[in-house]
């Protein structure tokens, strides 16, 4: 693990106590931990202080210098927060954003709703709940001949909405985020400011030496206070309006499954569509080739 990391120790320790993240890749801090994990090894190095530290080898070494740093193994632990908190905060931005987005474009969307409620109206797909609604869904999704009938009817008819699609921009991206992981990962920013607090806290005696490493912690734990404010309202409306949208539909049904559901049935009445369009373009190539074939018959 230690030979992994090619910077001089001195400087490592500088890095880790100025929180400075473009010094250590996450992999080495993390290889860093596990060696302050072993305690064992660390009260048989205390033991043998008094001895001849040239008998040490570079691993020993290294420990001992570990050692000098007051609770190094939570100081670690902050350090690895902070090299990965910037794109852990960014996920969640993107993540409660794209909820947002998404529900509202499904909800105000009129000409999905219309869409749906031209389903609703074909008995071979049976019933009109919503329930239902989700399983004619599935059935066009998973049968060609029903989607292509079905695109016809809205073509011929209703040629306007062709393209609801375009009402939901973020529903892919929706579909494929888990409200479990969401919350999730909220809960380790909340574990991880509780950390940074109880080793800010702990950090007041360490010395004049750690006055700089407290002095950032101090300015961390203001950004993460920051982020974790605008990220819990994020969140609150994120639930809200995902809740809002799913109450219309049974207990059993989640949101993931729900978006899941419409993003499939996006993709596949696009590519019936598609496919309908070669169609057209292909017979009417045909039947031009047909009239130049008679035209130049006749002109013979």
């Known amino acids: 693990m230690l030979s992994k990391i090619k910077i001089p120790l001195p400087d490592m320790l500088n890095a880790v106590l100025d929180l400075d993240s473009s010094a250590l890749i996450i992999d080495q801090i993390k290889n860093l931990i596990k060696i302050c994990r072993s305690k064992e090894e660390m009260d048989m190095l205390r033991n043998s ?4 530290k040239e008998m040490l080898g570079k691993f020993e070494e290294i420990f001992g210098e570990l050692m000098k740093v007051p609770r ?3 100081k670690l632990r902050v350090f690895a927060f902070k090299v990965d908190y910037s794109s852990r905060v960014r996920d969640l931005r993107i993540w409660l954003n794209t909820i947002i987005a998404a529900t509202k474009e499904i909800m105000g969307s ?8 031209t389903i609703s109206t074909l008995e071979i797909l049976g019933g009109s709940d919503v329930e239902c609604e989700l399983d004619s869904l599935v059935k066009l999704s998973d049968n060609v001949v029903l989607m292509h009938d079905f695109c016809k009817l809205v073509g011929e008819k209703m040629p306007e909405l062709l393209d609801f699609g375009n009402d939901l921009v973020h529903l892919e991206a929706a579909s494929k985020i888990e409200l479990n992981a969401v919350a999730e990962n909220m809960q380790q920013l909340y574990d991880i400011e509780r950390e940074v607090d109880d ?5 007041e005696n360490d010395g004049a030496n750690f006055v700089g490493f407290r002095n950032m912690l101090y300015d961390f734990l203001g950004r993460i206070d920051a982020d974790a404010q605008l990220l819990n309202i994020l969140y609150s409306e994120a639930g809200r309006i995902a809740d809002s949208y799913i109450s219309e539909y049974p207990a059993h049904v989640s949101f993931e ?3 899941n559901i419409l993003t499939r049935f996006v993709e596949t009445f696009y590519k019936s569509r598609e496919e309908i369009e070669r169609q057209a373009e292909a017979e009417r190539e045909m039947l031009e080739n047909e009239t130049m074939n008679i ?6």
């Open 49 to 52: 202080a008094g001895g001849d």
């Open 72 to 74: 190094i193994e939570p």
């Open 110 to 117: 009129v000409k999905l709703l219309r869409i749906m409620q």
């Open 199 to 203: 080793e800010f806290i702990a950090s």
């Open 257 to 259: 499954e729900v978006t």
């Open 295 to 300: 035209n130049q018959n006749g002109n013979l």
